[in-house]
């Protein structure tokens, strides 16, 4: 079946440790998105990629990195710059700016001991 | 600029009865509107998408909605809930075609469904 994979589920780390977020897609969509959701505040962008080994700052960028080295795999490392990393992560995936749809992946719940 | 006003962040309803999720919408292009369903600890679902084909919706499980262009509404309506229907709704609008889709979310709105 076709779909988009997160792992881990649920990551646990400590203050100071950066830590990498998995996502891949067998869906053959060329966009890639990473967003960050917190309790009452909806969808945030963090970073996004229409093209391999190309990708660009969302509206929370500060304390992320990513890479897009295959069309499949777009992971995301949480920095220890990031202040408050906390939160469920999702990644999505779609076609690119034609049809607008957005796939989501299971989403990444991470906790900073 | 764009933006989603979802304007209920609760609802609760008893099941067998309907279900009315408002959201508006402000863009300065043509937009495309989608309602997303999420249980906890989920991924999200497209439960329907308005991309100016007809204005009223049909999407999975029994849910509609209707785009009112003079109201800049997108309201998700549903007959009769279900306890499944239990989760949190996100309307969503994305900018026209062209470039970079700017996507803009909702901040949700919670559904209870009461036995």
């Known amino acids: 079946d076709g779909g988009i994979t997160q792992s881990p589920k649920y990551l646990f780390r400590k203050e100071g440790q950066n830590v990498t977020l998995s996502c891949e897609q067998n869906?053959?969509?060329?966009?890639m998105y990473w967003y960050r959701q917190d309790p009452g505040q909806g969808l945030r962008l963090i970073y996004y990629?229409?093209?391999?080994?190309?990708?660009q700052k969302g509206d929370i960028a500060e304390g992320y990195s990513v890479s897009r080295e295959k069309k499949e795999s777009f992971p995301l490392t949480v920095t220890s710059a990031q202040k408050n990393p906390t939160a469920f992560y999702l990644c999505?995936?779609?076609?690119?700016?034609?049809?607008?749809?957005?796939?989501f992946g299971e989403g990444s719940r991470l906790t900073v001991l | 600029a764009q933006s989603v006003t979802q304007l209920d962040s609760h609802v609760s309803v008893s099941e067998g009865t309907p279900v009315l999720l408002r959201c508006n919408y402000s863009s300065s292009y043509s937009p495309s509107l989608f309602w997303y369903v999420q249980h906890p600890n989920k991924g999200l679902q497209l439960l329907l998408k308005?991309?100016?084909?007809?204005?009223l919706v049909k999407g999975i499980n029994g849910f509609e909605a209707e785009f009112k262009k003079s109201e800049t509404s997108f309201h998700l309506t549903k007959p009769s809930a279900h306890m499944s229907d239990a989760a949190e709704y996100f309307c969503?609008?994305?900018?026209?075609?062209?470039?970079?889709?700017?996507?803009?979310f909702g901040t949700g709105t919670k559904l209870q469904v009461i036995p």
């Open positions: 969503v609008v994305i900018r026209g075609p062209g470039g970079y889709q700017k996507v803009t």
């Open positions: 308005y991309t100016s084909a007809a204005t």
């Open positions: 999505a995936s779609s076609f690119g700016e034609r049809t607008g749809e957005l796939f």
């Open positions: 869906l053959n969509h060329d966009a």
């Open positions: 990629s229409q093209i391999v080994n190309d990708f």
